[in-house]
């Protein structure tokens, strides 16, 4: 047995460490099988394993200003190679047509490094694997599966298949939340013009009065004085807020807290707990359908979840069925699935039908999130009047008050 160092991914963040295997492809599926997708695998001595070179910073920029990868361009890969290898292509020769055709350079860079990878003797789930930030934890254990079984053509038909169910939903979300956003940003606008421009002309008239201020007028006075004399400052601080949280959310426990917060947001929270389950169904039963086993089908799914709190729940519960504990009690001890989907866990445990099910799962609350996503305009709507209402009032009583009381007390001296 030979001693090698790894570096993965997990549903709880980067991991490293040392362990013993036949060769880099033993070491890989008992990596995948505790949940972690192996970015690099080197035999100790550092003969066997792959170095990543130094890039010149030429090309280091040339890579900044590339157009991203999208997940239109993963699906299109999918799709296509899955054609190439039913028709029978030797998959370095179907790797290479992609990659002369695709229209994406970065798409083309990245498949230039799966085939020198593929020609070395890298299998192909590491190859894919070694592209960081591009192929996440699930589609390595795809494939993964599909070498070891010889059906890779279904796997990248099935893969093909998520990647659009992934891109549809992404495209629900962005139009539902257009409408909301624009009524913020208008608002958010106007309160600054107000501030900076309207709010100054009235201050000169009320200290004309000679008169104490009512209190919501001294308070738009008050921030009044402060957006324009201290607006700077206040970008600033936005500006730097906005970088730390980012930062912040980017780190392990950050993104822990963060996506638990999601969870428990009004009206939000429940559309994205219902993605996260159509999510987790699909993906789960895709897995058992290409013949993953339940732990590592568990593992690659908490790495498609998308939500860290998730994520760590549903790897709790591939961790209790390596114990030896039923499907259903494990779903329920995680605490984050609905009693449908308990209930649909038990009955295909008993069955043995559980893909099935978890299809239906996902077509269940797949159709539910788009409800939910038509009609969240709807939803919003009303908080978003309430909020402008309140505006509205906090300003009129600033402004009219002063007036008001003026004319009344040029009313009692006549």
Not at 127 to 137: D, E, P, R
Not at 153 to 177: G, I, N, P, T, Y
Not at 180 to 190: E, G, I, L, S, T
Not at 277 to 296: D, H, N, Q, T, W
Request: aromatic share 8%; net charge neutral.
């Amino acid at each position: 047995m030979m001693r090698f160092a790894y570096t993965g991914r997990s549903a709880a963040g980067p991991v490293n460490g040392i362990l013993e295997g036949a060769d880099a492809g033993a070491v890989a599926d008992l990596l995948l099988a505790r949940g972690v997708t192996p970015l690099r695998i080197e035999a100790e001595s550092g003969q066997a394993g792959t170095t990543e070179p130094s890039r010149p910073l030429k090309s280091v920029i040339a890579g900044w200003l590339q157009p991203p990868i999208g997940t239109v361009d993963l699906m299109l890969f999918c799709r296509q190679l899955h054609t190439l290898l039913r028709a029978g292509v030797p998959i370095l020769r179907a790797l290479l047509g992609l990659q002369e055709s695709a229209s994406n350079p970065g798409m083309r860079a990245h498949l230039a490094e799966v085939r020198r990878s593929l020609e070395s003797g890298i299998e192909l789930s590491m190859s894919f694997a070694q592209q960081t930030g591009l192929f996440n934890g699930f589609f390595v254990a795809m494939v993964r599966v599909g070498e070891m079984t010889g059906r890779l053509d279904e796997v990248f038909d099935r893969l093909s298949r998520h990647l659009e169910f992934e891109m549809f939903m992404r495209q629900q979300v962005k139009s539902a939340l257009r409408y909301p956003m624009f009524v913020m940003a208008a608002m958010v606008a106007a309160i600054a013009v107000i501030n900076v421009m309207v709010i100054p002309a009235f201050a000169t008239v009320f200290e004309s009065f000679g008169a104490e201020l009512p209190m919501p007028t001294r308070i738009l006075l008050a921030t009044s004085r402060f957006t324009v004399s201290y607006g700077w400052l206040l970008g600033l601080a936005l500006v730097a807020a906005g970088f730390a949280w980012n930062a912040w959310r980017h780190t392990p426990a950050g993104r822990l807290r963060w996506d638990r917060f999601l969870l428990g947001v009004p009206v939000a929270g429940k559309i994205v707990h219902k993605a996260m389950l159509a999510r987790f169904a699909r993906g789960f039963a895709m897995a058992l359908k290409s013949g993953v086993p339940i732990e590592r089908a568990l593992a690659a799914v908490a790495q498609t979840v998308e939500n860290a709190w998730i994520a760590r729940r549903v790897d709790g519960m591939r961790e209790s069925v390596e114990r030896g504990e039923s499907i259903v009690r494990a779903a329920m001890a995680a605490g984050v699935f609905t009693p449908v989907v308990l209930q649909m866990i038990g009955v295909g445990e008993e069955t043995g039908a559980i893909d099935e099910l978890m299809d239906e799962v996902a077509e269940l609350y797949s159709n539910e999130v788009q409800y939910e996503l038509k009609t969240l305009s709807q939803q919003v709507e009303p908080i978003l009047i309430v909020f402008l209402g309140a505006l509205v009032l906090v300003l009129a009583l600033g402004v009219f008050l002063p007036m008001w009381d003026l004319g009344r007390a040029a009313s009692a001296g006549h």
